[in-house]
T-cell receptor, first 112, second 113 residues
């Protein structure tokens, strides 16, 4: 099974703080995604990428930056964290569009 | 972009009975419809998918139906078991050339003994 590893698994930060969430996939997948999951909203796409150096804007990008440094690594950056960004964040990858998406274990972020 | 509506948000069924979750989409060009299951504290995992060249697909107790005219698709779980209790998400691929899935908001399925 495809492996997607997220770190950290849990993070608490203060309002206005700077946070970086990391994701690595080791399956040579082209596509990588960052989602947030909130009760009543399901899975919402923040940013995604189809290759190193590429970045695409998702549905809820405000307050987030992302960077795909290599085929394997995709980072989500919150430069001025706000309590509204308290959420469960999932990184995911897929070989192509319209193929199975493999999710990481998630990062629970709390902004106090 | 594509919009996907998923109902119900919560579904309680008796163990051994069937459960049905319904999704609708807007973009008639959508051609790929996966279903993901998320168990408590876990990540979502693909359980079954259907493409637009099919109307029905079954994997063991899971049945997916696709009605392209009505732009609806559904997941049916027959003979539900306690292990079926989970959050379920449907998704649609969107227009030709779209490079991401759009997920529904999820259905919390609760199997009651």
């Amino acid at each position: 099974e495809a492996a997607v590893t997220q770190s950290p698994r849990n993070k608490v930060t203060v309002t206005g703080g700077n946070v970086t969430l990391s994701c690595r996939q080791t399956n040579s997948h082209n596509y990588m995604y960052w989602y947030r999951q909130d009760t009543g909203h399901g899975l919402r796409l923040i940013h995604y990428s189809y290759g190193a150096g590429n970045l695409q804007i998702g549905d809820v990008p405000d307050g987030y930056k992302a960077t795909r440094t290599t085929q394997e690594d995709f980072f989500l950056l919150l430069e001025l964290a706000s309590p509204s960004q308290t959420s469960l964040y999932f990184c995911a990858s897929s070989r192509q569009t319209n193929t199975e998406v493999f999710f990481g274990k998630g990062t629970r972020l709390t902004v106090v | 972009g594509e919009q996907v509506e998923q109902l119900p948000s919560i579904l309680r069924v008796q163990e051994g009975s069937s459960a049905s979750i319904n999704c609708s989409y807007e973009d008639s060009a959508s051609n790929y419809f996966p279903w993901y299951k998320q168990e408590p504290g876990e990540n979502p995992k693909l359980i079954i998918d259907i493409r637009s060249n099919m109307e029905r697909k079954q994997i063991q107790e899971l049945i997916v139906l696709l009605d392209k005219k009505a732009k609806r698709f559904s997941l049916h779980i027959t003979d539900t078991q306690p292990g079926d209790s989970a959050m379920y998400f449907c998704a649609a691929s969107g227009e030709e050339g779209a490079d991401r899935l759009t997920f529904g908001k999820g259905t919390q399925l609760i199997i009651q003994p």
